[in-house]
């Protein structure tokens, strides 16, 4: 479903012109539609039926107060890695049992606040830490309930800088060491093994690296079940790609969740999900005005007002983000390299790309960028954090305004030697 359509020639974000966001508060701004996060949701939500199942929405994607209340309202739950992201769900309203905790590095203090927040569970990475927050927990009279992430070492088949499930990269415990940290977790306070958890990587296009974790691990639960483990809950992680390109076909939510019921619903788990990029990652778009239209010698450049500081996934994976006009024009396209003002050549947001001709000051929308776009975007060149708009019917508010440039330098302080 594409909820930024064209009607008479115009973009609209819901029922919304985008155009006259832009008019209101000014270029670039990030813009998320509530019909699409709602629609994704529940798509989501529907696929699985009565499956005894919990959403744990992967924060990270979009930390946006209003994003995660508006996924919070509809009955999602959340998946930190970050006593941050940890104070902002709880912020955003949602509840402290529907929270799961993941990450390589929690610190004893991030558990101290998880703890004394009684979150629904700890997804323990390594025996070290397991260790920190068994005496953690102890010192606290809690108990943590955990599970282990398993480290499956299946190929997710994706981008290597977003890949996470084998056995070189950091995650997870090797799956042939799952039964022996389990034997050990069994033995400390403070802890309560609950079940077993993984997260093979980030925008997987085919059900296959699903399947083949999901079996390791299911295989996993059944050995632990006959070594008296009391083994109630799965956590079968993020990572479900979503369309970029016109002719991307990611498996589908009722496709996967057949997969997801056919692997391991005959173990009667509770099963957690940690969707981040499919629920929020096609709600949002990238609002930026064309400063300057410059010939090079072999290209021919649209200069933007948005740059790689706003958006940073073309130049850090290489990642491709559809561009469209916010009016639409019957004009033949041209080729031209989609460029912003920072300065750096990886300042890219598409090379040779069709578009319609376009001038100073036109609009363009740089689509699917609801998911690790803000949230990664940083003040490089000292340029001001954008603003964040989310839409609902025909209203629209600023759900993250932008920033004065006082407010950006004065984070700075001298030194008692500088002087005034
Ligand atoms: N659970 C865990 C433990 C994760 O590490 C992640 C994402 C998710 C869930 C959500 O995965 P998703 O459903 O969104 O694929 N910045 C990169 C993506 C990094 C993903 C990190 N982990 C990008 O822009 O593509």
């Known amino acids: 479903m594409n ?11 819901d029922n919304v012109r985008v155009s006259e966001v832009a008019e209101q508060v000014g270029t670039p701004f990030y813009l998320y539609s509530t019909a699409s996060l709602t629609y994704q949701f529940n798509q989501f939500k529907d696929a699985f039926g009565d499956l005894d199942l919990l959403i744990c ?27 941050g992201e940890l104070r902002r769900a709880l912020a955003a309203g949602i509840p402290a049992e529907k929270i799961v905790y993941s990450g390589v590095a929690k610190t004893e203090s991030e558990m101290i606040f998880a703890l004394e927040n009684e979150i629904y569970q700890f997804n323990v990475e390594s025996e070290p830490e397991l260790y920190q927050l068994s ?11 955990i599970t282990f992430r398993v480290n499956p070492d299946v190929d997710a088949k994706t981008h290597a800088k977003i890949s996470t499930g084998k056995s070189e990269n950091k995650f997870g415990v090797p799956w042939t060491k799952v039964r022996e940290i389990c034997a050990r977790a069994a033995e400390l306070s403070g802890i309560k093994l609950v079940g077993l958890d993984l997260h093979i990587g980030s925008q997987i296009t085919e059900l296959d690296p699903f ?17 008296g483990h009391d083994i109630t809950r799965l956590d079968l992680g993020g990572g479900l790609g979503i369309p970029y390109e016109g002719d991307d076909v990611p498996p589908l939510p009722r496709e996967y969740a057949a997969m997801v019921k056919r692997v391991v619903s005959h173990l009667g788990c509770k099963i957690i999900i940690e969707p981040g990029r499919f629920l929020v990652g096609n709600a949002g778009i990238l609002v930026s005005k064309v400063v300057y239209v410059k010939s090079g010698e ?3 450049f649209l200069i933007i007002d948005a740059a790689m500081n706003d958006l940073v996934r ?15 024009s019957d004009e033949d396209s041209t080729l031209y390299d989609i460029v912003g003002p920072v300065c750096e050549s990886g300042d890219t947001f598409a090379t040779n790309r069709l578009v319609t001709p376009m001038k100073k000051d036109d609009l ?5 960028v609801g998911a690790y776009g803000a949230v ?45």
């Open 57 to 83: 929405y992967a924060v990270k994607a979009n930390t946006n107060q209003a994003v995660i209340k508006t996924l919070g309202d509809l009955g999602a739950g959340a998946d930190v890695v970050s006593e």
């Open 298 to 300: 072999k290209r021919k």
């Open 364 to 368: 363009l929308a740089i689509r699917s």
């Open 135 to 145: 005496e953690v927990a102890s010192s606290l009279d809690k108990i943590a309930d």
């Open 3 to 13: 909820f930024f359509e064209y009607r008479d020639g115009e973009m609209y974000a």
């Open 376 to 420: 990664m975007a940083s003040t490089y060149n000292t340029r001001k954090l954008i603003p964040e708009v989310l839409v609902k019917a025909d209203e629209f508010a600023v759900v993250r305004p932008r920033p004065s440039y006082d407010d950006i330098i004065g984070l700075d302080q001298s030194a008692p030697w500088l002087s005034e």
């Open 211 to 227: 399947e083949e974790a999901f079996t390791r691990i299911t295989g996993l639960i059944e050995t632990l079940r006959e070594d």
């Open 314 to 328: 073309p130049s850090m994976y290489d990642a491709y983000h559809r561009i469209d006009p916010v009016k639409e």
